[in-house]
Nanobody, 124 residues
Framework: QVQLVESGGGLVQSGGSLRLSCAGS????????MGWFRQAPGKEREFVAA????????YYADSVKGRFTISRDNAKNTMYLQMRSLKPEDTAVYYC?????????????????WGQGTQVTVSS
């Protein structure tokens, strides 16, 4: 069983930066592929970024490529999403996800474990 708790969301101006964290519980955290998703009001949840359990493989949605960086620290059971050059269209609730399967499972949105989400609001 893995429990995930996001933090770091908030209100930021367009062009600003935020770093989200996802703290995981469980001794097997380091063996899980993980990712970030977001859901804006009235829209479906969408993939943002994913990272393999080793941290060596990462994958990004085109909309955030070059602006967001996903990383993880397995010693701290924590995954991060560094967001730069934020735009109003990045406004959403951001969720972290984890799965004991391949990275493709996370990217597809089929992770077994999800956090409760953290709100990110980018003002213009």
């Amino acid at each position: 069983q893995v429990q995930l708790v996001e933090s770091g969301g908030g209100l930021v101006q367009s062009g600003g930066s935020l770093r989200l964290s996802c703290a995981g519980s469980g001794r097997t955290f380091s063996t899980y592929a993980m990712g970030w998703f977001r859901q804006a009001p009235g829209k479906e949840r969408e993939f943002v970024a994913a990272i393999s359990w080793t941290g060596y493989s990462t994958y990004y949605a085109d909309s955030v490529k070059g602006r967001f960086t996903i990383s993880r620290d397995n010693a701290k059971n924590t995954m991060y999403l560094q967001m730069r050059s934020l735009k109003p269209e990045d406004t959403a609730v951001y969720y972290c996800a984890a799965d004991n399967g391949p990275l493709s499972t996370v990217v597809a949105g089929n992770s077994d474990y999800w956090g409760q989400g953290t709100q990110v609001t980018v003002s213009s």
